[in-house]
């Protein structure tokens, strides 16, 4: 791009149907590649929705309207705006001395809440170029990052001081003289905004830990090591006797509408959580668009905030661009990496029935998840065991792991089988990576069931050779041998077409739920529904069976374990979410033995107070990391410390392509973790899960503390986009 530093104001009108914005009407900002840099459309919603060419946009965001009268009456004092002045100045100079000049003003405006942060996006010279848009006015502008290091900082903030002095700026013309700097300004800046002293650095690459100070400023590290006594910060944090880490991301998270309903989020940020990738097993916030709806917990939770009324047709958002707004509205603690959920997609095109899509569906559910990837999504996910995404044909996930590799997406998925068929579903696929060149993450990988527990080492095999083959193939694993999923998952594939009303019918209809039981009992053991145990529930009759087995409801009941199954369905009107004691503990080390593997929560934010609190989740969603450095640092994995957290850390960074985060290095930005390693654990239980993990001391999350004893309810996290 020739221009990246012209300023583009925000339309007054629809772009593409020319109508007026009224004040505070919601819209799409989209920048398009030009010969002259770029150029930006403002839409209405209607008007996004129904685009079908134009060409792929450079850049987007959702954003509300602000008229000029009332920006002109929201904007900052002017006294207060002298950093904006000198940008706007530098800016229209165009001149390439002033970029580091710029990204730190702009920084400085992004602190002062003047500037919010749209989008990033990797320049062809080296560096990020970050789309900022101005609150009051809606203006853009595009700022490389040059990720400048300590001693260029120092530099670069001389030049801003002195800039901002009286009469220090002099190539604007007839524009005004520079008004006196603010105090902060004029006084200087200390070295660092954060410093970290005195603890054991773990880098995220696997190398040993070190002693070493952590410098932070402007949300990005740019001092590692040995820091000098005399430099000054605004905040020392004394970390001595813990481990500092980089922040870990969860790759394989549920929590897209719990971060709506608890932004603060607790369950993770204490465990040193700093990014989470959410829209997963096929299930995402959005797109949110004809037939389709959330999940019921995720429903129950909105509507419980007010958010969400399905009977009006009411909902927070449809695009992805509105649910990254809504959340950027409220703010989040950690980072967000969404994928877009294949029965979302599957839904809102065909609704929930049970056939194969023809031509025509596919390529339309092709085309919406290009119009989320441009909106910010990072890939798309399967949940292959769950409706309507089981009666998709091989070839529909092929046709969008195209489209998603065309746009360096990756697709995550939660597969046909991962018990008796596993084998098969592994090979469906591998098949679609070996095809269309996507970037492939296997959720949750397991042999389930214990006569498939000698399958592991075929099933890894298939892998390996996979990735031997150019293929780039990852899996994470959570470190627990029960897993957690709804317990109408386990219904027969006829028996879930068609929507939760008709599955209801079914299993009310005596000939029908007979059909059910014989398959079920045909299908399992009466051990099996001794693994079987019921997890969280809506109906208040049936909330003192959590913590039990089918096969004692069963016994209670006098029924057989699948007529018990039955019969719980339909009175918990199908909510039931159920644990099922299924792997081996020998299995879960050996998939943790191979380098490509990493951690995944498989969980939800929770909280112990709150509505978040009321539940009964898997010891999971409180547990997970804490347990797995637990058994790093207690010898039961094949590695030690070092290498569980590249696990949490680089490794899915590089996997998701998420550029600057994962590893503690100068110019990354500063997500990090600080542990006790004597005091690590999970107090989470399957009896009593609403407890925090011990031994996180602090999380940091771009540069700002998210957690340090207590929530800070600062939430700096920001929307990430992933691209290999």
């Not at 989470?276 to 709806?293: D, F, H, K, N, T």
């Not at 909106?375 to 409706?387: D, H, K, P, Q, R």
């Not at 019969?567 to 050996?590: G, I, W």
């Not at 939800?604 to 969603?621: E, N, Y």
Request: net charge negative; with cysteine.
């Amino acid at each position: 791009m020739s221009h990246e530093w012209n300023i583009r104001p925000r339309g007054r009108s629809c772009t593409a149907c020319s109508t007026p914005f009224a004040d505070g009407q919601e819209c799409v900002s989209a920048l398009f590649e030009a010969a002259n840099g770029y150029d930006r459309s403002d839409l209405c919603l209607p008007c996004w929705e129904r685009r079908t060419d134009g060409g792929t946009p450079f850049s987007l965001w959702q954003g509300v309207f602000t008229a000029p009268g009332e920006a002109r009456a929201k904007a900052e004092p002017l006294h207060r705006e002298t950093a904006e002045t000198l940008l706007r100045r530098l800016v229209a100079l165009e001149d390439p001395a002033n970029l580091n000049v710029v990204y730190v003003l702009a920084v400085m405006l992004e602190r002062k809440r003047i500037l919010v942060e749209r989008d990033t996006k990797p320049h062809e010279g080296g560096g990020i170029l970050r789309i900022y848009e101005h609150r009051p006015t809606g203006d853009t502008f595009i700022v490389l990052d040059p990720q400048l290091k300590l001693d260029e900082v120092g530099e670069v903030q001389r030049q801003v001081i002195e800039l901002l002095s009286p009469g220090g700026f002099a190539g604007a013309g007839s524009a005004a003289p520079a008004a006196q700097p603010a105090p902060e300004v004029a006084r200087g800046r200390p070295d660092f905004d954060l410093l970290l002293r005195g603890g054991q650095v773990v880098d995220g690459t696997g190398a040993p830990a070190r002693p070493a100070d952590v410098g932070i400023r402007y949300g990005r590290i740019v001092a590692l090591g040995t820091i000098p006594a005399e430099a000054t910060c605004e905040t020392r944090l004394d970390v001595a006797g813990c481990l500092v880490t980089p922040g870990f991301i969860d790759t394989h998270s549920h929590s897209d509408a719990y971060l709506v309903v608890e932004p603060d989020a607790p369950s993770k940020i204490r465990q040193g959580v700093t990014t989470e990738v959410v829209g997963q097993c096929g299930c995402s916030a959005a797109p949110l668009l004809g037939a389709a709806r959330h999940a019921s917990d995720w429903f129950a939770h909105l509507q419980a905030a007010g958010l969400e009324d399905a009977t009006a047709d009411n909902f927070p958002w449809r695009s992805m661009a509105a649910y990254r707004h809504h959340l950027a509205a409220n703010g989040h603690a950690p980072n967000v990496v969404a994928l877009v959920g294949h029965n979302l997609l599957r839904a809102g095109v065909m609704g929930y029935a049970g056939r194969a899509a023809t031509d025509d569906e596919t390529r339309e559910m092709a085309r919406r998840l290009e119009q989320a990837l441009d909106e910010g999504a990072s890939g798309f996910s399967t949940g292959l065991i769950y409706v309507p995404g089981r009666f998709s044909a091989p070839e529909e996930i092929q046709a969008l792991a195209r489209a998603a590799a065309a746009r360096k997406g990756i697709y995550a998925t939660h597969m046909r089988s991962e018990g008796d068929r596993i084998e098969e579903a592994l090979a469906e696929v591998l098949g679609i990576a070996r095809t269309t060149g996507v970037r492939v993450q296997i959720s949750h990988l397991k042999t389930a069931g214990k006569a498939n527990w000698g399958k592991l080492e075929g099933v890894l095999g298939q892998i390996n050779a996979a990735r031997a083959a150019g293929c780039e193939v990852h899996a994470d694993r959570y470190p627990y041998c029960v897993s957690a999923t709804s317990l109408d998952s386990r219904l027969p594939g006829w028996a879930q077409a068609d929507g939760n009303a008709a599955i209801l019918a079914r299993l009310r209809d005596p000939r029908s739920a007979a059909r059910v039981v014989r398959e079920l009992s045909a299908g399992t053991t009466p051990d099996s529904w001794e693994q079987v145990i019921i997890g969280g529930t809506t109906a208040p009759e049936l909330a003192r069976f959590r913590g039990a087995t089918l096969a004692a409801i069963a016994r209670e009941w006098r029924c057989t374990p699948p007529e018990a199954f039955v019969k719980f369905l339909v009175a918990d009107q199908l909510h039931t979410d159920a644990f099922f004691a299924s792997m081996s503990e020998e299995n879960l080390r050996r998939i943790y033995s191979e380098p490509w593997v990493m951690v995944g929560s498989d969980a939800s934010i929770r909280a112990t107070t709150g509505p978040l609190s009321q539940d009964f989740p898997h010891p999971r969603t409180y547990g997970t990391f804490a347990r797995f450095l637990r058994m790093a640092l207690d010898g039961a994995l094949s590695f030690g410390i070092e290498e569980a957290v590249r696990r949490l850390t680089l490794l899915p960074a590089q996997a998701f392509g998420l550029e600057g985060r994962g590893q503690l290095v100068e110019g990354a930005w500063a997500d990090l973790a600080v542990l006790d390693p004597a005091a690590l654990r999970e107090t989470s239980t399957f009896a009593d899960p609403h407890h925090y993990a011990e031994g996180f001391r602090c999380t940091l999350v771009n540069g700002q503390i998210a957690f340090n004893g207590r929530e800070s309810q600062q939430r700096p996290g920001q929307w990430l986009v992933g691209r290999g």
